[in-house]
């Protein structure tokens, strides 16, 4: 039986999740990569070697998975980040390199909250309707182009850099931030902004979970966006999980 330190493991990161996968590998003696794709302008210490930036499509990283002789790759990228979980199954075929993602469980709707899902931005503020609102969003900031074409609200927008200007709605405020949000502040926010609705990605996991207790707590609906379908390919839903899963492959 092979050692685990003697393998190369591939993470495709971005999430606080591919973070805390890689340090707990790392510390199980493998040669553990984070891999982020270089779109937060000041990415927090990963704690682990980390190579920044895309690889060229899914030909590119299965040609980078066969040059450093990666053994495992992990998909543990954000649900919403469609493209790079479909490159990483081809690549991983291509390249016949065996993976695994890491899929953080959707949250779901409990008893109090009022939630609207949509399949997209422009279909939720068709559900918003005419009349003008001040609104929430928690979007990423190459998310937002579609908000233009509802002028009539206020948008209150968080994001971690810097909005492009030229994306922005008429009526806006922005806001810098990065999880993990707790409840009391995220109830002081919808309250000072005297928001009436929330619009956001349904991403799971808790670090951004306070908004929608803060939403339930004022009784504001949320404006869901539905997940994009990903990959079906070996998953687990938690760090633990996929730890689990990565020691059985990597010891067969
Ligand atoms: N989308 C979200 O809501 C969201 C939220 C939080 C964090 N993130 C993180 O932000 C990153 C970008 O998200 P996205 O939605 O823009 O991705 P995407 O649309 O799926 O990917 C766009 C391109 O970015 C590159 N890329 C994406 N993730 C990468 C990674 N971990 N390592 C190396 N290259 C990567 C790839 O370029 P090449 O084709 O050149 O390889 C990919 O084709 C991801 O790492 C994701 O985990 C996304």
């Not at 002081?188 to 349904?202: E, G, S």
Request: glycine share 8%; net charge positive; charged share 20%.
């Amino acid at each position: 039986m092979t050692t685990l330190s003697d393998r190369n493991i591939l993470i495709l990161g971005g999430t606080a999740d591919a973070r805390k996968l890689a340090v707990a590998l790392a510390g199980k003696g493998t040669n553990v990569t984070l891999s982020l794709a270089g779109v937060t302008l000041s990415p927090r210490d990963q704690g682990v070697p980390t190579r920044v930036g895309g690889f060229g499509g899914a030909d590119g990283l299965a040609v980078h998975l066969h040059e450093q002789r990666i053994e495992l790759l992990i998909d543990a990228t954000h649900p919403y980040a469609t493209t790079i979980s479909r490159n990483a199954e081809i690549a991983a075929a291509k390249s016949n390199t065996p993976i695994l993602a890491l899929r953080r469980a959707p949250w779901r709707p409990e008893a109090g909250d009022m939630w609207y899902e949509a399949g997209d931005l422009k279909a939720a503020l068709a559900i918003i309707g005419s009349e003008p609102k001040r609104l929430f969003v928690a979007l990423g900031r190459k998310e937002i182009a579609p908000l233009a074409t509802a002028p009539q609200h206020l948008y209150l927008i968080r994001s971690v850099d810097p909005v492009d200007a030229a994306l922005l709605p008429p009526k806006h405020e922005t806001i810098l931030d990065r999880g993990p949000f707790a409840l009391d502040g995220e109830r002081q926010l919808l309250q000072n902004h005297r928001i009436d609705a929330v619009v956001c990605k349904n991403s799971g996991g808790t670090a951004a979970y306070a908004k929608l207790r803060a939403a339930r707590a004022l009784g504001l609906p949320v404006h869901m966006l539905n997940r994009p379908p990903l990959p079906d390919v070996p998953q687990g839903s938690d760090v633990e999980t996929v730890i689990r899963m990565a020691c059985e492959y990597l010891q067969t």
